[in-house]
């Protein structure tokens, strides 16, 4: 039988990430404990020296891994002994590895979705510089993937901007809940020590405390509302990337993405390939791999802590890198694309998108709509039957089939389609220049968050 292998239970190679965490952590509890009167303020001093120290080898690339010493808590308390000798077994007085494990995830949440909020923020600016130098421009909408009726391109786009704001939503709701101090829980019962909570929690910039010793090390909640914020987000990204996908095609011609967000083909010179939003598409599925991963995890564990819970960082790392990257990419994909208006125009004026208005039209004349509907189903069925337009239909053979039709009737097009839509969360012109004019005060009330 083969052995198994030596790193089985090694985490350094992906939890070496949290040093930042764990060293400001471990300075905050030294200072803690000084002030209490727990070791000596002289002691504190010299490990809160030695632990700068650290971070500094860290950051400069010198900082020697150990492998064999498992983690990122294990390695920063060998080197700090190397450095200030037996005092520092001082530092983890109070302290389990449970409640600092736990303390370093939360901060490291924190700090990640501090960033993909800034990057949600760059992206939704992104959707409303580019809705907004192309206010005017029309296209067809769809349902089913079929031309429905027309809208106004800067109306679609704020249909993202609308999507990522909810994003933003579940992720400052994700950051509340990670923003608990837990450090003071020990292993799980709490610690006989005269500890300050708060001094610590406002040494970190942690809102609150936590209140039962047990939750506080078992607790990955916060994870998993990170992972569901970024499933949902990455889906929403997915869905504008297949959008973006067909859009560049031949087929629609609507847009081109700029080379650097395409690539060549290895056999077809012509071609510039849409990658960037084909990945997204592609990675969406790890990221919901991730939340599964963790919620099978957790899913049977007694309390308080298990070893299991290491299987909590790696996908939740990967999930952060993963959906902050393509938040990256599409904010410069929806820069950088440019329209081809004609072209969105010609398909939103070449089909059969004004079928609704020709309805609305007749119970503007006192038709039901009901009935409405009928009629000019069996319009629509002629036209294409004729390979016409509404427009090339003339007056005599609508009044076949209603004679509330009248040649005012050849007046509607997709413009007047789109101005008559002139409700709160409609596509008519002045609508969507007030949700454009809406959008910048969100994305500058934003920015005063």
């Keep these: 039988m083969r052995e198994v292998s030596s790193s089985y239970t090694v985490s350094l190679h992906y939890d070496r990430r949290l040093y930042r965490q764990d060293i400001a952590g471990s300075i905050a509890h030294a200072g803690m ?10 002691e504190a001093g010299e490990i809160i020296d030695g632990l700068a120290e650290i971070k500094a080898e860290i950051e400069e690339e010198k900082f020697q891994w150990r492998p064999e010493l498992e983690d990122i808590h294990m390695n920063i308390e060998n080197r700090l002994y190397e450095k200030i000798g037996d005092v520092a077994g001082k530092l983890h007085t109070a302290r389990s590895r449970n409640d600092q494990v736990a303390l370093d995830v939360r901060m490291f949440t924190k700090d990640a979705i501090t960033e993909v909020v800034s990057a949600l923020h760059d992206l939704r600016r992104s959707l409303v510089e580019k809705a907004d130098a192309n206010a005017d421009v029309v296209m067809p909408g769809y349902t089913h993937v079929q031309r429905a009726q027309p809208v106004l391109f800067a109306h679609h786009m704020l249909a993202y901007f609308e999507m990522f704001g ?3 939503e579940r992720f400052r709701q994700a950051y509340d809940r990670a923003d608990v101090m837990p450090l003071g829980s020990g292993a799980l019962a709490g610690l006989p020590y005269p500890l300050d909570r708060e001094f610590v929690a406002r040494e970190l910039g942690f809102s609150r405390i936590s209140t039962n010793s047990m939750d506080a090390v078992s607790d990955r909640d916060f994870l998993l509302d990170y992972q569901s914020a970024s499933a949902i987000c990455i889906m929403h990204l997915s869905r504008m990337g297949e959008e973006l996908v067909y859009w560049s095609s031949d087929e629609f011609g609507f847009i081109r993405l700029s080379e ?24 969406t599925g790890r990221v919901y791999g991730h939340l599964i991963g963790l919620l099978t995890t ?8 298990n070893r299991d819970m290491q299987e909590d960082k790696e996908g939740f790392f990967d999930t952060h890198d993963t959906l902050l990257d393509t938040l990256n990419a599409f904010s410069g994909m929806v820069s950088g694309m440019s329209l081809n208006p004609d072209r969105m ?8 998108v004004l079928a609704t208005d ?9 038709m039901p709509f009901r009935e409405a509907h009928g009629v000019v189903a069996r319009l629509s069925d002629f036209a294409i039957e004729e390979g016409k337009s509404f427009h090339e239909i003339a007056l005599d053979r609508y009044k ?29 012109f002045s609508q969507v220049k007030r949700a454009l004019a809406d959008a910048r005060a969100a994305l500058e009330a934003e920015n005063g968050q």
């Design 400 to 428: 076949k089939f209603s004679e509330l039709f009248e040649s005012d009737v050849l007046e509607i097009s997709v413009d007047s389609s789109i101005a008559a839509r002139d409700v709160p969360g409609g596509t008519s």
């Design 345 to 352: 125009r010609e398909a939103a004026q070449g089909s059969y």
């Design 358 to 366: 020709i309805a609305d039209y007749l119970v503007a004349k006192g």
């Design 33 to 42: 404990l000084a002030k209490q009167g727990i070791i000596a303020e002289e």
């Design 298 to 305: 957790l899913k049977g564990l007694p309390l308080t802590y």
């Design 166 to 168: 909810r994003d933003i």
């Design 260 to 283: 650097e967000y395409t690539t060549g083909s290895s056999i077809m010179p012509q071609k510039r390939n849409p990658d960037f939003a084909e990945i997204a598409r592609g990675k």
